[in-house]
């Protein structure tokens, strides 16, 4: 079974910039769409980006638009450059990975899921 692990979640300032990472334990994996999603609590869990394994195309919430970007490495590891942060991004934030093919905001249409990296937005 693979496995999805986020890392570079942390505390920044309203304004600052976070990494976020996620590697998967096979190195062959690469469904069709990858993609970030987050959870604050009490809140439904909330699409983020994502991305095609296709062609690289990506389709954000309006929320992050022209301030987050989602890429992918030669090693199928995919990134989540965060700017200009919000106190409102605070979340836990979730990759996941999906074999439908076309590309989803709905957390029921991926098939694998990270644990999580916590990002905290200060003001």
């Known amino acids: 079974q693979v496995q999805l692990v986020e890392s570079g979640g942390g505390l920044v300032q309203a304004g600052g910039s976070l990494r976020l990472s996620c590697a998967a334990s096979?190195?062959?994996?690469?469904?069709?769409?990858r993609a970030w999603f987050r959870q604050a609590p009490g809140k439904e869990r909330e699409f983020v980006a994502a991305?095609?394994?296709?062609?690289?195309?990506t389709y954000y919430a309006d929320s992050v638009k022209g301030r987050f970007t989602i890429s992918k490495d030669s090693a199928n590891t995919v990134y989540l450059q965060m700017n200009t942060l919000k106190p409102e991004d605070t979340a836990a934030y979730y990759c996941?990975?999906?074999?439908?093919?076309?590309?989803?905001?709905?957390?029921?249409?991926?098939?694998?899921w990270g644990q999580g990296t916590q990002v905290t937005v200060s003001s």
């Open positions: 996941a990975g999906s074999y439908k093919a076309t590309m989803s905001s709905e957390p029921e249409d991926y098939n694998y």
């Open positions: 096979r190195r062959t994996f690469d469904p069709y769409s």
């Open positions: 991305i095609r394994r296709i062609d690289l195309n």
